[in-house]
């Protein structure tokens, strides 16, 4: 089975509010994980990284945490917009994986006003 | 600075048919990647390379026919196509070379959909 994992298929956010998207590794080799965000029509789109000598990342209203001791991933996006609309990956590089990424199924966050 | 691209964007073609989608990077990033996506499965990578004339298996291999003679591109050949073959076809690259953080990070095209008739 998948190494990745998300918690939950769909997320609906109200505008403004913030979202916590959840991912479940299993790989305690990974050392650098990555979030994804795919639009309708669109290729994945980087959003954040972080590798495992770190817990937390923050970027432009973007936040990711990592627990290496559960091994688990989140990613927080603040006062959560339409344009958030998306289906969104992560992604964990296995160490010594020749630069290959395992992705998670994806969590569709659908953003209502 | 065009980044990733592909082409075609939208194929149609029939059972049998040889077809090639094409991907281009103009970043010189040593690795390249294809996936394919369909509901249900997510992305499932095909096959990658590390540098020009190497590469090698990914998950679903079958069926599928790579190459890369320069660093820039990186096509991918359905020798007889099959019905189990359309889906949405990704390309993506990464510098890899360790030397920064974001050195591993995988770069998208926007996407090939292939449908076989």
């Known amino acids: 089975g998948e190494s990745v994992g998300l918690h939950l298929p769909t997320l609906s956010v109200q505008e403004g509010d913030n979202s916590i998207i959840n991912c479940a590794y299993s790989?305690?080799?990974?050392?650098?994980f990555i979030w994804y965000k795919q639009e309708s029509g669109k290729g994945p789109q980087f959003i954040i990284d972080?590798?495992?000598?770190?817990d937390k990342r923050q970027g432009q209203r973007v936040t990711v945490l990592l627990n290496k001791t559960v091994k688990h991933l989140s990613l927080q996006i603040a006062a959560t917009q339409p344009g958030d609309s998306a289906v969104y990956f992560c992604?964990?590089?296995?160490?010594?994986?020749?630069?290959?990424?395992?992705f998670g199924a994806g969590t569709q966050v659908v953003v209502t006003p | 600075d065009a980044g990733i691209t592909q082409s075609p964007r939208y194929k149609i073609t029939e059972t049998g048919r040889q077809v090639t989608l094409m991907c281009h990077q103009t970043w010189s990033h040593s690795y390249m990647f294809w996936y394919r996506q369909d509901l249900g499965h997510g992305l499932r990578l095909i096959y990658y390379?590390?540098?020009?004339?190497?590469?090698d298996k990914g998950e679903v291999p079958d069926g599928y026919v790579v190459s890369r003679s320069k660093t820039e591109n990186f096509p991918l050949t359905l020798e007889s196509a099959t019905r189990s073959q359309t889906s949405v076809y990704f390309c993506?690259?990464?510098?890899?070379?360790?030397?920064?953080?974001?050195?591993?990070?995988?770069?998208f095209g926007p996407g090939t959909r292939l449908t076989v008739l």
């Open positions: 790989n305690s080799a990974s050392d650098y």
């Open positions: 993506a690259s990464s510098d890899g070379s360790g030397s920064s953080l974001k050195s591993d990070t995988q770069y």
């Open positions: 992604a964990e590089n296995i160490a010594d994986s020749w630069g290959k990424l395992q």
């Open positions: 390379s590390a540098a020009a004339d190497i590469t």
């Open positions: 972080i590798r495992s000598n770190m």
